[in-house]
């Protein structure tokens, strides 16, 4: 339990690093959490200070998730006597990865450094995914831009990845004889639901036809960035 401990509380920590709130704050001397959604998440940043930042902050968000679930929740096998698994029939390396990844998400929404005030976890799951089960999510993402860049709509593509996601799995399972772990799937069977109820208004928007549509693809320069070169 010590080993398991010590990866977990180094996970959040890692999780819990607020990417977006020091590069507002070192790079363009803002609190990015006063401006736009007050999100303190890449999509925010986007949003404010552009393309660049906003790539920035995606890429080092995803890479905390992708980190603990291969190289962090590893550390447990260094550390006492090793984990152990919390009931007979759970993996204990699917153990190990699921909590790493998963405290890193939550290091990520209530951060520590940041007075527990994160972003909304998106793209450091999405790298804690990958670490988990890369191809699953892989097709995941794909699916996820096809609809989006078709229909426009994001809440419409993050849910139908969702969707497919555990199906992936399932497929890659039972179908084609890879070995993935029953709790992997449950897991994932998990974060799909989740992702689908949290957008429940995103689906009623859509079938009253009310819901926003990504009006251009074209790399943001930020609101910040826009002002001040407008003064």
Known sequence: ??????????????????????????????????????????????????????????????????????????????????????????????????FAGVAAVIGHMFPVYANFNGGKGAATACGMLYGIEPI???????????????????????????????????????ILGWEIDGSIILFSSVVAIGIVIKHSGNIKRLIQGTENRVKSFKPSQGKFNEEKAAS
């Open 136 to 174: 699953s999510i892989s097709i995941s993402l794909g699916l996820f831009f096809i609809v989006m860049f078709t229909t426009r709509y994001v809440s419409l593509g993050s849910m139908a990845g969702a969707i497919i996601y555990p199906f992936s799995q399932l497929t890659m399972r039972y």
């Open 1 to 98: 339990m010590l080993s398991l401990f010590i990866v977990v509380l180094i996970s959040y920590l890692i999780g819990a690093i607020p990417s977006s709130l020091w590069t507002g704050k070192i790079f363009y001397k803002i609190d990015i959490r006063d401006h736009g959604s007050g999100n303190a998440g890449a999509t925010n940043t986007f949003r404010i200070l552009g393309w660049k930042a906003g790539t920035l902050v995606l890429l080092f968000d995803f890479g905390k998730g992708l980190l603990c679930t291969t190289v962090i929740s590893q550390l447990a096998w260094n550390i006492g006597s090793g984990p152990v698994s919390l009931y007979a029939n759970w993996e204990v390396d699917s153990m190990l990865v699921i």
